[in-house]
């Protein structure tokens, strides 16, 4: 099973829309930052799951510039919602990930508990 081709969404895009001023988006399409065909087999599986995070999360972010940019209620109400499907995904692939690598696990809490006390909280 090869993926080095995969590709997720990001471009810069200049757009002119009459009812609203000239504005810049920012299209998600993220090459994979590593060759899956040079990984260890026995760590293929988190970087395919880190593979797919990077996906998902750039689909939310396509998702919710183009619910930003629509003046039609129904399409941004639709948006918005595979918007939020998207980071459902993201957490299904963080559970799997978190279930693989325990050393992300240990340092996503490290971060967690870092931003917390930065936060007084």
Known sequence: ???TG???FLFWKDL???KKP???VIIMLSKLPINLDKVDKKD?????LRAAIIA???AVNLYEQMAQLTDNKDLK??????????????GE???LLLGLDKEQEKELEEGKKEVEEELGK
């Open 77 to 90: 109400v639709i948006l918005m919602d595979v918007a939020k499907e998207e980071k459902t995904h993201v």
């Open 93 to 95: 692939f963080q559970a």
């Open 44 to 48: 293929i599986d988190k970087e395919i």
């Open 6 to 8: 995969i590709y997720s």
């Open 56 to 58: 998902e999360l750039d």
């Open 16 to 18: 002119y829309m009459p």
């Open 22 to 24: 000239h504005i810049q």
């Open 1 to 3: 099973m090869y993926f």
